[in-house]
């Protein structure tokens, strides 16, 4: 079985389950975790994390619906094939969220869209 390290902050605002959803998802799109690499049963993950199973099993559900991985009835969970378009696009979310919070930061020191964009524009160019 593979060493997963998912560290479960308990005082986080974030629910445990989205934590697990995350990390999974960053040992993928980081191929720390590959194609067909199974993962550990619900009652095992939750016996290690310390959660119950109904939060794993939801975090799994979760990873199965987004095409991360694949649970085959009887024989468990697996990462699912590598999907190319899935690594774009969150890695592209990553990089929109840290627009994001530099927008936002620009907004509340008053710079104004119009500089804000030229600023942008300067950075592409770079």
Do not use: C, W
Not at 88 to 106: F, V
């Amino acid at each position: 079985m593979i060493n997963l390290n998912i560290i479960i902050q308990h005082s986080s605002m974030i629910p445990i389950y989205e934590q697990i959803i995350e990390q999974f998802k960053g040992q993928i799109v980081k191929r720390s975790l590959r194609e067909n690499d199974p993962l550990p049963s619900v009652r095992s993950l939750a016996k290690e994390l310390n959660v119950s199973a109904l939060t794993v099993k939801k975090a799994y559900d979760a990873l199965e619906e987004s095409g991360l991985i694949v649970t085959v009835h009887g024989k468990g969970s697996f990462v699912a094939p590598f999907n190319l378009e899935l690594e774009k696009e969150a890695r592209q979310k990553e990089i929109e969220s840290e627009l994001e919070s530099a927008i936002k930061k620009a907004k509340h020191y008053g710079i104004s869209n119009g500089d804000l964009q030229e600023l942008f524009n300067l950075l592409l160019e770079g």
